[in-house]
């Protein structure tokens, strides 16, 4: 079992930024891919962004690249989202998720099915 804590959520403007953090406790976390997603209201779950390998290779969907970083600190099993230069339509609750799942395909990893543990969820909201 593998238990995900989300937290550094909160209310931003515009061109803000914040940074989540996603503290993993449980088995081996460097095991895992670690993704993060993010729900608006009334829409479905979709993929923000992943890591993994020793490499710490990272993918982004085309909404947040060159915007949003992710990255992890191996020794304290937390996984770091950097999130700058925010818009209105970043305003979602954001999910963490590990997947233990061996894929050659990054795509998908894009897929919240794939993944076998999720956060809580911290609410993101960006006012224009």
């Known amino acids: 079992q593998v238990q995900l804590v989300e937290s550094g959520g909160g209310l931003v403007q515009a061109g803000g930024s914040l940074r989540l953090s996603c503290a993993a406790s449980g088995r081996t976390f460097s095991n895992y891919v670690m993704g993060w997603f993010r729900q608006a209201p009334g829409k479905e779950r979709e993929f923000v962004a992943f890591?993994?390998?020793?490499?710490?290779?990272?993918y982004y969907s085309d909404s947040v690249k060159g915007r949003f970083t992710i990255s992890r600190d191996s020794a304290k099993n937390t996984v770091f989202l950097q999130m700058n230069s925010l818009k209105p339509e970043d305003t979602a609750v954001y999910y963490c998720?590990?997947?233990?799942?061996?894929?050659?395909?990054?795509?998908?990893?894009?897929?919240?099915?794939?993944?076998?543990?999720w956060g809580q969820g911290t609410q993101v909201t960006v006012s224009s």
């Open positions: 890591i993994r390998g020793n490499a710490g290779t990272t």
């Open positions: 998720a590990a997947s233990q799942e061996m894929y050659s395909s990054a795509t998908s990893y894009y897929r919240p099915q794939v993944y076998d543990y």
